[in-house]
């Protein structure tokens, strides 16, 4: 299907059309891109956007919230290590290899992402020519307000209570319970030998489970279907900060909060220094009112 598509693209774009197009860009100095979701969905990243486009039963607009965050920061965290993983298995594709390539032979080509998964960086696009307006997944940073901490993460999980749950740790899960079972309904209360030899059983018995389904259900669960069970986890198993104990965040720009001041005001500078000679829009709807407000002022985020 994905094949058809692209067959399809390439009849609906003639040659002469793209060796019109290839001279155009050779004889343009000044450039800039503006890239979305669609440039990622083409290395199979959900974009959880539009019909079916739910995190099990959730909007990604509603948990993309500073608000869901303080309401629930275990379901958006989870949400976030989610992303994180599928964007860490995905690979940049030849968008995003052509798009680094066009920047190191171009120093005045300039790409604006709305992408928060890090393809483009995985693609070695030149860091002084990327300018991300929503953040990365692989930015974390401090949720209290005078705390300044930030770092890069690519760590998967972040932390363990954040590992995507396995069939196999499922099974094991159950395991536990029916031995916990066992344990309360055979053994006296209080006989601590034998409760030591209960606990080596278990452990046995787990460990034992473990191998047996290692390699049918080492499977990854998809926890963005609802179906599917995911744990609560405390705050004191999600990210902290270390130092000031805090929860750390996805250092991604949420709805409602404003784009990164710095980064606009590099590429407002950018902009105001010379005419602009070609602007791509790749993989994005790109509303007129979006993009004057994303480049003209620093303004709160509308889309993702
Ligand atoms: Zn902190």
Redesign the pocket.
Known sequence: MASTTKQAARAALPLTDRESFAAHLKKCRRIVALVGAGLSAASGLPTFRGAGGLWRTHDATDLATPEAFDENPDLVWQFYSFRRHMALKAAPNKGHYALAELSRKNRDFITLSQNVDGLSQRAQHPPGQLHLLHGSLFDIK???FY???TREDFTDPIVPALAIPKKSSLKNNEKKEENVVAQQTDKPYGDQEKEAEEDQKVGDEKKKCKEENKDESDEEIDISDISNHIPNISNEELPQ??????L?RPGVVWFGEPLPTTTLETVENWMDSEPIDLMLVIGTSAQVSQLRATLMKPVTREHE
Not at 241 to 246: A, N, R, V
């Open positions: 401090c949720t209290d705390c300044k901490y900060c270390p130092e000031c104990k805090g750390l």
